[in-house]
T-cell receptor
Framework: DGGITQSPKYLFRKEGQNVTLSCEQN?????MYWYRQDPGQGLRLIYY???????QKGDIAEGYSVSREKKESFPLTVTSAQKNPTAFYLC???????????FGSGTRLTVV | AQSVTQPDIHITVSEGASLELRCNYS??????LFWYVQSPGQGLQLLLK??????LVQGIKGFEAEFKRSQSSFNLRKPSVHWSDAAEYFC???????????FGKGTHLIIQP
């Protein structure tokens, strides 16, 4: 079955380290998105990509970086510049122009 | 820029009772509107969406929502809730561009026996 896979489900990082969250989809979707979720804050858009080798900053891109070398993959790197990285991170994908997002099951990142 | 307000942070409903979750949006043109549901520690699942046409939209799991342009609202309803409906519910709006959905802060639904 097609879907979107995020790994790992739980991730622990020491302060000052970069960490990369994986997002892979086999839905043949063109668009992919990264959201950050904090309690009581809803979802906030970090980065999005409409096509391979192209991506745009969302509302809270500072301290994050992405790449889109393949249609299926959209990894997110949380850098040491992100001051408050502990959160639940959600990846989503969609067909171009169709907002019926498919979400992954999320990665919970904790800085220790 | 578009925005979404979900006025109720928590709602408690008795099992078998009806449910209405409120959503108000701000957008200059006709918006695309969505309701998603999230179980603890999981991703979001699309319940229903409104793009155009009939303002009463049917979704999965017995949910429906009504788009009211005059009130800038897109409230979610269910005639009889089940204990399995306990979850976090998010309303979202898209402006038709390529920059993704804007989500409300969510409403936590509690079902009491």
């Amino acid at each position: 079955d097609g879907g979107i896979t995020q790994s790992p489900k739980y991730l622990f990082r020491k302060e000052g380290q970069n960490v990369t969250l994986s997002c892979e989809q086999n839905l043949n979707h063109d668009a992919m998105y990264w959201y950050r979720q904090d309690p009581g804050q809803g979802l906030r858009l970090i980065y999005y990509s409409q096509i391979v080798n192209d991506f745009q900053k969302g509302d809270i891109a500072e301290g994050y970086s992405v790449s889109r070398e393949k249609k299926e993959s959209f990894p997110l790197t949380v850098t040491s510049a992100q001051k408050n990285p502990t959160a639940f991170y959600l990846c989503a994908s969609s067909v171009q122009g169709n907002y019926g997002y498919t979400f992954g099951s999320g990665t919970r990142l904790t800085v220790v | 820029a578009q925005s979404v307000t979900q006025p109720d942070i928590h709602i408690t409903v008795s099992e078998g009772a009806s449910l209405e979750l409120r959503c108000n949006y701000s957008y200059g043109a006709t918006p695309y509107l969505f309701w998603y549901v999230q179980s603890p520690g999981q991703g979001l699942q699309l319940l229903l969406k409104y793009f155009s046409g009939d303002t009463l939209v049917q979704g999965i799991k017995g949910f429906e929502a009504e788009f009211k342009r005059s009130q800038s609202s897109f409230n979610l309803r269910k005639p009889s809730v089940h204990w399995s409906d306990a979850a976090e519910y998010f309303c979202a709006v898209a402006g038709g561009g390529a920059d993704g959905l804007t989500f409300g802060k969510g409403t936590h639904l509690i079902i009491q026996p």
